[in-house]
């Protein structure tokens, strides 16, 4: 039996909130970062009289974020589940500051895999395979997720990149790739290498566990004073060139009007969260 909801510690419920569901906010005792760790979730409406278990979205943001950088993100899957264009699912945002996602800063990749999943499926009704997970990252998060779907596709069946952070070759001079540490103090070129998708590509490819990727920009992000190439939009185009024409895992890629901001990623997840929840399980009796 999974322990009881109450048995976590909670620092708020968001307050004044048109939401149909509930965000809350925890504080896990991480073993491999050695600190509490905090991070929001969001539960769908009826999850507390229901017997069912459910699908996880898991939120990474973007560089210098918190757990509450997806607060308006959860908005949007709370009104696609209350208007019945996706099943209820549940929704995890941790925290990792300016980490990349990555083990260097701190084991920020590690906790997520072996302490912050195997804490949430013991304290949730849960679907417990990777069925049932889908993640998904905005900015640095974009690249996070990209390389959780890639190196990590036993755990995940789906994910979405928002304006993604992502360089096929070395990121630009201005990039907080090179500036965080998170690739190393000075910045290791090596490292990000080792780290970056495609040296990812050809194991995940070879383990034959697909996970179709939605990947959504604006046409006004950011333009990078290096040149068009490092652009989001390019590198975004690049990436699905190299997922679903060059190796034939599936994937959608959305150019829509709009910067690096809510005012893009709101209609963008409008459409990849029907999109990803196509390959989730649906809820179903908790077993």
């Known amino acids: ?3 009881a909801l109450a048995l976590l510690t909670a ?3 968001l307050a004044g909130s048109a939401l149909a569901g509930t965000i809350t906010t925890f504080e896990l005792d991480s073993p491999t970062l050695g600190r509490p760790w905090a991070f929001n979730v969001y539960l769908p409406d009826g999850y507390e009289g229901s017997n069912l278990e459910y699908a996880v979205i898991y939120l990474l943001h973007g560089t210098g974020g918190d757990e509450s950088s997806w607060d308006e993100g959860m908005d949007v899957i ?3 589940v209350a208007s019945g264009a996706i099943p209820p699912v549940i929704a995890v945002a941790p925290a990792s500051g300016r ?3 990555v083990d260097t800063i701190e084991p920020f990749e590690t906790a997520f895999i072996e302490d912050l999943i195997p804490h949430v499926d013991a304290t949730f ?10 993640v998904v990252g905005l900015s640095m998060g974009g690249y996070g997720a990209l390389r959780y779907a890639l190196v990590h596709s036993d755990v995940f069946r789906t994910a979405t990149l928002l304006s993604p952070a992502l360089y096929a070759e070395q990121p630009p001079l201005g990039s907080s790739a090179r500036s965080t540490g998170a690739f190393g103090t000075p910045f290791d070129p090596d490292l990000w290498a080792e780290r970056n998708y495609p040296a990812a590509l050809a194991g995940y490819l070879a383990r034959g ?3 179709p990727v939605f990947i959504g920009v604006g046409d006004d992000d950011w333009n990078e004073p290096e040149g068009w190439v490092y652009n989001v939009d390019y590198q975004a185009a690049l990436l699905f060139q190299r997922l679903n024409k060059e190796a034939g895992s599936a994937a959608e890629l959305r150019v829509i009007d709009g910067g690096h901001d809510w005012d893009a990623w709101k209609p963008l997840l409008v459409e990849a969260l029907p999109y990803m929840t196509r390959f989730l399980r649906f809820p179903r009796p908790h077993q």
């Open 78 to 80: 709370d009104d696609l």
């Open 99 to 101: 980490s990349w996602w």
């Open 1 to 3: 039996m999974k322990p």
């Open 125 to 134: 009704r849960t679907i417990e395979d990777r069925g049932g997970r889908a």
């Open 209 to 211: 566990l697909e996970v």
């Open 11 to 13: 620092a708020y419920v």
